[in-house]
Nanobody
Framework: QVRLVESGGGSVQAGGSLRLSCTIS????????MTWFRQAPGKEREGVAG???????GYGDSVTGRFTISQDKAKNTLYLQMNSLKPEDTAMYYC???????????????????WGQGTQVTVSS
C-alpha cells in the first residue's frame, strides 16, 4: 500500500510563497507519475502540476510561470513551490500518484490510484 502525506500549507498574503511537500512510502511502480491537484469549494478538482517518472513536467495554464513541481527521489519527496500567490489559488491541495503513466498527467483525477489527505492553502488579498 502506498502512503502519501502532504505538508506545508498555510495562510499567506497575496504575492507570497509557500512550498508544499509530499512524502511517499510503499512500493512505487517505475511507470508511475505524480500530480498536485487542488480543489476549492464549489469548483472542480484541478490538476495544477504533474511530473513523470523520468522527470518531465507540465503545468496548468493558471499556474504556469508561478508554480514549480520537483522531486527529491533520495528523500522520497515531491514538492510544489508556489510563488506570486493569488487569492484564487486558495484551495485544498492534494498530491496523487498514478501507477501506470505515459508521461505526466494533469487528469482525469479519478484515474489516480493514491491520494494524500490534503493540505489547505489560503491566500488573502
Amino acid at each position: 500500500q502506498v502512503r502519501l502525506v502532504e505538508s506545508g500549507g498555510g495562510s499567506v498574503q497575496a504575492g507570497g510563497s509557500l512550498r508544499l511537500s509530499c512524502t511517499i512510502s510503499g512500493h512505487i511502480y517505475s511507470s508511475s507519475c505524480m500530480t498536485w491537484f487542488r480543489q476549492a469549494p464549489g469548483k472542480e478538482r484541478e490538476g495544477v502540476a504533474g511530473v513523470a517518472r523520468d522527470g518531465r513536467t507540465g503545468y496548468g495554464d493558471s499556474v504556469t510561470g508561478r508554480f514549480t513541481i520537483s522531486q527529491d527521489k533520495a528523500k522520497n519527496t515531491l514538492y510544489l513551490q508556489m510563488n506570486s500567490l493569488k487569492p484564487e489559488d486558495t484551495a485544498m491541495y492534494y498530491c496523487a500518484l498514478k501507477n501506470w503513466c505515459g508521461g505526466y498527467h494533469l487528469g482525469p483525477w479519478d484515474s489516480f490510484d493514491y491520494w494524500g489527505q490534503g493540505t489547505q492553502v489560503t491566500v488573502s488579498s
